[in-house]
């Protein structure tokens, strides 16, 4: 659930920023044709967000009910949207939409404890046309510039110089194997998940958080003994020079910068220096506020040895101060809610607990929405924390840190024939259906700086060497593994609470590889069919039923299908699309 590299919108707090042609409709128009567009896309309980009913009983978000084409069966797939106006919400969602100026205030936070990048790297010599020019300089553009400098090619990441601010969990085994346990902060032997009053699941694998600190001086020893250069500065644009030779990279009030390949890795926000595949499902977020505090009473209602790695327990509504402690009698039927709070939740986005225990009497608590469309609101999020802490006879003494965290996940992935390359969650790496990327990144830069650097060497042009990359990155059989997990996400995202906690329940008794591979994003499409098989076979009636139903009526099915089809009998989909053209 932790872990999108880097997310910073272009313009001012509260604005889009982006770039608009002479010829462009005005932002008023812009924003009207997406207001619009809003009421003929499939987001799922699209009313949460539009206002608030702050009672102890119930907490739902009342507007009226998205408006859908007439004997659809459901909403209508993406692509009867006009493209522009798909593009645009996809790209206000990556920039924060309404809580865009909390995501600025994330991001731009700071942190005396982390060098600056300019203190341990060389700034970039003007003259020089670089190899590759990095745009980003949050973990992934840098363990991507790393990685190509190690092969002896001449670099610059060219990025805002800002620390880096959220908070990142993963599971150590994964930071094991990449050689960066020395990294984590802290670690827990085991991670804890409450499906439900009494429901509770031992994950049975080791845990850590990532030091920012530490992280940041490992990526920048790393880049420093790499020969990598940087500038500190936001990119405008990029061009193709040169009759395809060479790319220019102009920043914002700054020198430009000549490389003979760019690749953008600042976060999903930059994806407006990009192009995208249409007839996908929209661009859904994850959203979640927290707070690192010093508290009193959190050994009495959870466990403090051990990471509380999602408790989906309805806690935050409905109980009075101290009763959801475990001498309270909350046992399972006597929540005050009828069905342990699941009464009235049918309308509700989920949201559930991450609390990490770091030592004596300081924790890390946080509040989170898996998925929604569109993002389930920090103030909600906020509200539920502490009526949640209140609930548990939690009490915060001082808060060290608050944090807003918004991960966008699923939507379109890039296309593989434009002239720059991506890494990160700008080339859509994040994890759709649980907001993992670091590790993933970390994984891949290796393989992506070889593609890189071979396609420099074989003197090919900047569209041919980006074709190459992108297949790399993105070949078929990965955008088939992507259309999958997006499935999931716009399952998840539709899910009650009570359909929620059945379908956890089922994941994590899935046999472990299985479990942990579609995590990792390290499940062959072959490997995804078996792995929704057994989750189907034990899955209870009402899953199986939301499964068929999602797969036969949700656009996200025919999104899954037809990815499946072009990986496996791609002369049927090419003929097909030659006689739709």
């Known amino acids: ?332 039927g006597m929540h005050p809610n009828a069905g342990d709070g699941l009464w009235g939740t049918t309308g509700e986005a989920p949201s559930f607990l991450y609390a990490m225990p770091l030592g004596g009497k300081r924790v890390f608590l946080e509040e989170t929405c898996l998925v929604a469309k569109p993002a389930l609101p920090f103030a909600v999020l906020k509200r539920r924390l502490e009526r949640r802490l209140q609930a548990a006879g939690v009490k915060v003494t001082s808060v060290h840190e608050e944090e807003w965290s918004y991960i966008p996940v699923g939507g379109p992935l890039p296309r593989g024939s434009q002239p720059m390359t991506a890494f990160g969650a700008a080339a859509n790496m994040v994890h759709p259906a649980t907001g993992y990327s670091v590790a993933r990144s970390f994984r891949e830069a290796p393989g992506v700086a070889d593609e890189m650097v071979a396609s420099l060497r074989g003197g090919l042009s900047v569209p041919d060497a980006s074709a190459r990359v992108w297949e790399r990155l993105w070949p078929q059989e990965k955008r088939t593994q992507a259309s999958f997990h997006v499935f999931g996400m716009e399952l998840l995202s539709g899910l009650d609470l009570n359909s929620t906690n059945s379908f956890f329940r089922t994941f994590f008794r899935l046999p472990g590889p299985y479990w942990r591979g579609f995590l990792a994003s390290t499940l062959s499409t072959k490997d995804l069919v078996l792995f929704a098989l057994v989750t189907f076979v034990m899955a209870d009636f009402n899953i199986k039923a939301k499964l068929v139903q999602h797969l036969l009526t949700d656009p996200a099915g025919s999104y899954l299908v037809d990815s499946y089809k072009a990986l496996y009998l791609p002369e049927a989909e090419e003929a097909k699309q030659t006689e739709q053209a």
């Open 1 to 332: 659930m932790r872990g999108a590299l880097q997310l910073l919108p272009r313009s001012a707090p509260g604005a889009t920023g982006r770039m608009r042609s002479a010829g462009a409709a005005s932002p008023a128009a812009a924003r009207a044709t997406r207001a619009a567009a809003l009421h003929h896309v499939p987001w799922a309980r699209a009313a949460r967000a539009a206002a608030v009913v702050p009672s102890a009983a119930a907490e739902r978000v009342v507007a009226p009910a998205p408006a859908r084409e007439a004997d659809s069966g459901g909403a209508p797939a993406v692509g009867s949207l006009h493209d522009a106006s798909a593009v645009g919400l996809n790209q206000d969602v990556r920039e924060g939409t309404y809580e865009a100026r909390l995501v600025m205030r994330q991001a731009r936070k700071r942190d005396d404890d982390q060098p600056s990048l300019a203190s341990g790297l060389p700034p970039p010599d003007l003259a020089l046309v670089y190899d590759v020019c990095v745009i980003g300089a949050g973990p992934s553009g840098l363990a991507l510039a790393c990685e190509i400098g190690k092969r002896g090619v001449s670099v610059v990441v060219v990025g805002l110089d800002l620390p880096i601010t959220n908070n990142y969990g993963v599971w150590t085994d994964e930071f094991e194997d990449l050689g960066l346990l020395h990294t984590l902060e802290k670690t827990w032997p085991d991670a804890v998940c409450y499906f439900g009053e009494g429901e509770e699941v031992r994950v049975g694998r080791p845990y850590g958080r990532v030091g920012r600190r530490k992280l940041r001086e490992h990526l920048l020893f790393e880049c420093s003994r790499a020969g990598v250069t940087f500038m500190d500065a936001e990119v405008d644009g990029v061009k193709v020079v040169e009759d395809g030779k060479m790319t220019k990279v102009s920043t914002s009030g700054g020198p430009d910068l000549s490389a003979r390949m760019t690749t953008v890795a600042a976060g999903a926000a930059a994806a407006r220096l990009l192009s995208y595949e249409r007839d996908a499902p929209l661009v859904a977020a994850q959203t979640a506020y927290g707070i690192e505090a010093e508290v009193e009473g959190f050994d009495g209602s959870y466990l403090p040895d051990v990471m509380t790695f999602m408790d989906f327990r309805r806690h935050h509504t409905g109980l009075w101060s101290h009763t959801a402690t475990p001498g309270s009698g909350l046992a399972p």
